[in-house]
């Protein structure tokens, strides 16, 4: 007969084992988890993305589609703005070479939104700058604006002047992004 002790037991003992099992790396965690410093390799999503652009210059845009998704998960799993900056950028490649190029400014926008807070909160200021760029192309200038406004933060009070070009010059992409 089981019982909810019996089962416990095993959970138990199961978790003992696994636990046994990572502390004598006889099992390791998963490479997604891992930096790309780490792994001294490329981002995990640089190669299917690779894979996204061969299948669009053959035309294959189910196939570039099916890569994509896997890049995708490889950029969750990374949990860094680039990744989810690089897929927004991948998914408008997309679908320009689709039938509907339209569809996809709303999911690369989500994707370019979760890289610009994901940048913002590891301070990388030149993600930010980054996702403005995209914001900009999409001509979505409120969210640039508001970009620009959190590199600003990032920068401090006195940006080198080499920083203050290059918010001069997405400024300057929309005469209604002055945010200084």
């Not at 003992?13 to 696994?18: D, T």
């Not at 680039?82 to 408008?92: H, P, V």
């Not at 969210?143 to 997405?170: I, K, N």
Request: glycine share 12%; charged share 20%.
């Amino acid at each position: 007969m089981v019982t909810g002790r019996t089962v416990g037991a095993v959970v138990g003992g199961l978790g003992l084992v696994l636990a046994g099992a990572l502390m004598s790396h006889a099992v390791s965690a998963p490479r997604a988890l891992e930096s790309p410093a780490v792994r001294g390799g490329a981002a995990p999503w640089t190669v299917h993305l690779a894979t996204v652009d061969a299948t669009l210059a053959v035309g294959d845009v189910p196939g570039a589609l099916s890569a994509w998704h896997e890049a995708y998960g490889a950029a969750l799993g990374s949990r860094r703005w680039e990744g989810f900056a690089d897929a927004g950028d991948a998914y408008l490649r997309i679908g320009r070479a689709s039938s509907a190029p339209a569809s996809a400014v709303p999911r690369a926008r989500d994707l370019y939104l979760s890289a610009l807070f994901r940048a913002r909160d590891g301070g990388s200021r030149d993600g930010v700058l980054r996702i403005a760029a995209a914001f900009a192309t999409l001509g979505d200038h409120d969210v640039t604006a508001q970009a620009l406004r959190m590199a600003r933060r990032l920068s401090g009070p006195h940006p080198a002047p080499s920083l203050r070009g290059r918010l001069a010059d997405l400024e300057s992409e929309s005469p209604a992004l002055s945010v200084f």
